[in-house]
Nanobody
Framework: QVQLVESGGGSVQSGGSLRLSCAAS?????MGWFRQAPGKEREGVAT???????SYADSVKGRFTISRDNAKKTLSLQMNSLKPEDTAMYYC??????????????????WGQGTQVTVSS
């Protein structure tokens, strides 16, 4: 089992920045950030494996940066140039499986409780 605890959500105006963090209870191969807006399916935002290989959704490329500290077992998401359409509940997720770059919710086994991000125009 892996416990994941997110922090760092909040409210910001369009164009602003936020940084999300996730603490994991143990080292695990693949970690990522997902988000779910009201009435929409959960979608993969970004993932990263232990080698530092990353994958981003097209909607966030160039604005969001995912990173991890393997020694500290932490995951971060730096979000810049935020837009109202980025408003959602953001979830930290992890898996020991090899499927990391596809950002599919079904490939991830462990989930945090989520942190709300709200971007106003």
């Amino acid at each position: 089992q892996v416990q994941l605890v997110e922090s760092g959500g909040g409210s910001v105006q369009s164009g602003g920045s936020l940084r999300l963090s996730c603490a994991a209870s143990r080292y695990i191969y693949c970690m990522g950030w997902f988000r779910q807006a009201p009435g929409k399916e959960r979608e993969g935002v970004a993932t990263i494996n232990t080698a530092g290989i990353t994958s981003y959704a097209d909607s966030v490329k160039g604005r969001f940066t995912i990173s991890r500290d393997n020694a500290k077992k932490t995951l971060s998401l730096q979000m810049n140039s935020l837009k109202p359409e980025d408003t959602a509940m953001y979830y930290c997720a992890a898996t020991g499986g090899m499927r990391c770059r596809d950002r599919k919710t079904s490939d991830f086994d462990y989930w945090g409780q989520g942190t709300q991000v709200t971007v106003s125009s």
